[in-house]
């Protein structure tokens, strides 16, 4: 398997970004600055992507999350400033016109608004991570949207303790924060990574009242910030990042776990994977894992092979095909653009055409190389 650069765009002087989508010619970019909208960038040319147009952006309202299935987009927004945002929830878009995108619907939730969502199309549920009104962190909204102009809620979950307007108080030891990430969808099971918590497997199967099936933590020492949990449901297996915010030697050690599913109500590891013994100092703020490529509808599908975004250990192109014995196969670090520091490289997409689209929250926009694999 080989990577290589073949494109880059700074997306004028908006280049700190987030989650990246493609549909058709085009891929949609979220940003990391509040104020600035989801950026267009027309790929039809992978080696001169060109920006076409930015999405509205509302004052103090941060939307670096982007969902796309079909010709429907769904878009976040949260509050990170602490000051009265405009916007608090998501928003559906038609993509018809895909260089014109046309709200159908925006949702509103308060409080602190919407950070990610989960939308695959294979359920007509919109899985957002809010913090409500009445709520101290992040829990789980679940929104029907099979009626994308009119989304209701139909369903909620949260930790115990964090519904402080219903009386409830924290329980988890001083220092950590027991919270959702986001949660990724199988059928009737949503997989949660529930930060310092942990992995938590739902039961959906009554949408209006999701249960606890099972869940594992191995504890802030040997992880913590345990941020997506990728399933592939022909092997049993659960992928399960856990999310570097510095570098080794500063924080526990961050690594890829795979998880053996197979009894949901006892998931237990299989295996870890990190990466050792290189010069961190030289690589930026943070190096660990973050973001998986995802195996969305339309996109390039794999329960063998692994993408996973490193920040500054770029991206790691990971063998799971023996889950006892991961095994990396490719790495790709990115030159930053120029004037640039170190990418962060953020997130990935791998298309079915073989090209992957990463993202840098360091400010270098976005990049597309292409593998051979």
């Known amino acids: 398997m080989a990577l290589k650069l073949i494109g880059q765009n700074s997306l004028q002087g908006h280049g700190k970004t987030m989650q990246i989508m493609n549909y058709q010619d085009y891929v949609y970019v979220g940003n990391m600055v509040p104020g600035i909208g989801t950026i267009i960038v027309d790929?039809?040319?992978?080696?001169l992507p060109r920006v076409c147009g930015e999405m509205p952006a509302y004052k103090n309202s941060l939307c670096s999350k982007v969902q796309i299935v079909d010709d429907l987009m769904i878009i976040n927004y949260e509050c990170r400033t602490g000051e009265p945002a405009e916007r608090l929830g998501f928003s559906i878009y038609s993509l018809?016109?895909?260089?014109n995108p046309r709200e159908i619907a925006y949702y509103h939730v308060g409080g602190q608004g919407v950070h990610r969502t989960w939308y695959s199309g294979e359920e007509p549920y919109v899985f957002a991570t809010a913090v409500p009104e009445g709520f101290s962190d992040r829990m789980l909204l679940i929104v029907d949207i099979k009626d994308p102009a009119h989304p209701r809620e139909v369903g909620r979950w949260w930790y115990p303790g964090l519904w402080t307007a219903g009386g409830e108080e924290?329980?988890?030891?001083?220092?950590?924060k027991y919270k959702l990430h986001h949660a990724m969808v199988h059928k009737d099971r949503a997989y949660l990574g529930?930060?310092?918590?942990?992995?938590?497997?739902?039961?959906?199967?009554?949408?209006?009242?999701?249960?606890?099936?099972?869940s594992i933590n191995w504890g802030p020492q040997r992880g913590g910030h345990t941020h997506t949990g990728l399933p592939l449901p022909r092997r049993n297996l659960l992928v399960v990042t856990d999310e570097a915010k510095g570098l080794p030697g500063e924080e526990s050690l961050k690594a890829v776990r795979i998880l053996d599913i197979k009894d949901d109500k006892n998931p237990r590891v299989l295996s870890e994977f990190s990466v050792e013994n290189e010069d961190y100092g030289k690589y930026g703020p943070r190096f660990g894992p973050h973001n998986l490529h995802e195996?969305?509808?339309?996109?390039w599908q794999s329960d063998e092979i692994i993408f996973v975004t490193w920040f500054g250990g770029g991206?790691?192109?990971v063998d799971i095909s023996d889950p006892c014995r991961p095994k990396e196969i490719d790495r790709f670090i990115p030159p930053p653009a120029a004037g640039m520091p170190p990418a962060q490289i953020n997130d990935v997409f791998v298309s079915q055409n073989g090209l992957v689209y990463l993202t840098d929250r360091a400010g270098s926009g976005i990049m597309i190389a292409e593998f051979t694999g």
């Open 43 to 47: 790929v039809s040319n992978p080696s």
């Open 315 to 317: 991206l790691r192109v």
């Open 295 to 299: 195996n969305r509808p339309g996109s």
């Open 194 to 214: 529930m930060w310092d918590a942990g992995m938590y497997i739902l039961d959906i199967s009554q949408i209006s009242n999701p249960q606890v099936a099972g």
């Open 96 to 99: 018809k016109d895909p260089k």
């Open 170 to 176: 924290p329980n988890q030891p001083q220092g950590l």
